[in-house]
């Protein structure tokens, strides 16, 4: 096992791994990554799955079987996807089991292209659920305008979620009231609370990359380059450790439910002039989640470090930080309105190239597009 990422884990970081394929499962590389770094969780997304169907094999004699019994491209894309997701669920049931379910997770999302519709949304989520049919899998949600009440009605029939999607600090806390809606109406409806489990999936490293290229067009103090997005994700584990203290959570704990965890996403490191671990090492904190992309993983277990805490203990240097960049002239609300849209736009892109890879696959087999 890896020192570094023992380490990591025992520091209370949960290690997802931010990729998977069928090549991962059946030839065991997925249950050896539990094994030997701490990886506790998977997530996935219409980019991965793309990259995963391109090159893999695997997946060629049931893209056959499903051609010759007529399945149009969506039908092979939803069989494919969930069959892989029921799949990993099942390699980290063990995992699930020994944390009390809080993680051994596996996250599967609604198409993209969905994520202005709030009632196809709802009912997307509910069809993977009963699809994937495995208690550890989490079902991915955008955290746009109109997935806020998906989220709460997937929540309320007892579904647990992970929203996606989230670059700014008035998202996210509106993300959290969502959550706790969901619960409420969870309660309502009768749903045992304990058994739902959240995370709120928080990006990072994009946020470095807007606020960069903004600096560098204004010719700012080199100083502020890299430390968006590290500070803008410890203010929102302050604004979740703020959220989660009230009377009207402390209500719904009582009942029973779990905290939603904060999620640190997109931690791979884009600038090669930045440490490779940085979105690790930097924002590690107790009852928080880490997806990775293996060479995220493999850097860190190779020379990672974990310095304690780098998250509650650093909320001053944090505002400061967004201080020293308002003043440098970044417009925040516009670099998060613009990750918005990009986000949205980038994941239906990658989803459209899904749906064109199968789509080859598919004529290729002699079946119908």
């Known amino acids: ?53 391109a090159d893999g094999e695997r997946y060629d004699a049931e893209v056959r079987d499903l051609a010759k019994s007529g399945a ?68 991915k949600i955008p955290a746009t305008t109109e997935g806020a009440p998906a989220i709460s009605d997937v929540l309320g029939e007892g579904i647990s979620v992970n929203v996606t999607l989230i670059f700014g600090l008035e998202r996210y806390r509106g993300v959290m009231e969502a959550y706790v809606a969901g619960l409420e109406k969870a309660r309502d409806n009768g749903q045992d609370l304990s058994k739902i489990h959240s995370v709120a999936s928080f990006f990072v490293s994009r946020v470095d990359s807007e606020i960069d290229k903004r600096l560098e067009a204004a010719g700012a103090d ?53 440490s490779d671990t940085m979105y690790v090492t930097e924002l590690v904190a107790p009852d928080t989640v880490n997806t990775m992309p293996e060479k995220t993983m493999q850097a860190f277990a190779d020379h990672g470090e974990v310095n304690g805490d780098r998250v509650t203990t650093m909320y001053d240097d944090a505002h400061a930080t967004m201080a020293a960049l308002a003043e440098a002239g970044i417009d925040y609300d516009d670099v998060i309105s613009t990750l918005e849209e990009e986000g949205v736009e980038k994941f239906v892109v990658s989803w459209n190239e899904l749906l064109d890879t199968v789509r080859g696959q598919l004529e290729a087999a002699g079946g119908t597009s």
Request: charged share 25%.
């Open 222 to 274: 080199k100083e502020l380059f890299g430390r968006a997005g590290i500070a803008n994700a410890r203010l929102a584990h302050q604004a979740f450790e703020e959220f989660f203290s009230g009377d009207r959570w402390q209500a719904l704990e009582a009942a029973g439910a779990n905290r939603q965890r904060p999620l640190w996403a997109s931690t791979g490191v884009k600038n090669p002039d930045y």
């Open 72 to 139: 149009d491209v969506d039908t092979t894309v939803f069989q494919l996807t969930t069959g892989d997701v029921r799949a990993a669920c099942d390699v980290l049931r063990p995992v699930f089991d020994a944390s009390g379910g809080v993680d051994g997770r596996v996250s599967i999302e609604v198409s993209p292209a969905l994520a202005a519709d709030t009632e196809a949304t709802t009912a997307s989520a509910k069809d993977l659920w009963k699809a994937v049919d495995r208690e550890n899998c989490l079902i």
């Open 1 to 53: 096992m890896s020192d570094r990422m023992k380490t990591l884990a025992d520091a209370g970081v949960s290690i997802w791994l931010d990729d998977l394929s069928r090549e991962r499962i059946e030839t065991g590389n997925l249950a050896d990554l539990v094994g030997s770094h701490s990886v506790v969780g998977v997530t996935t997304n219409p980019s991965i799955f793309a990259s995963a169907l």
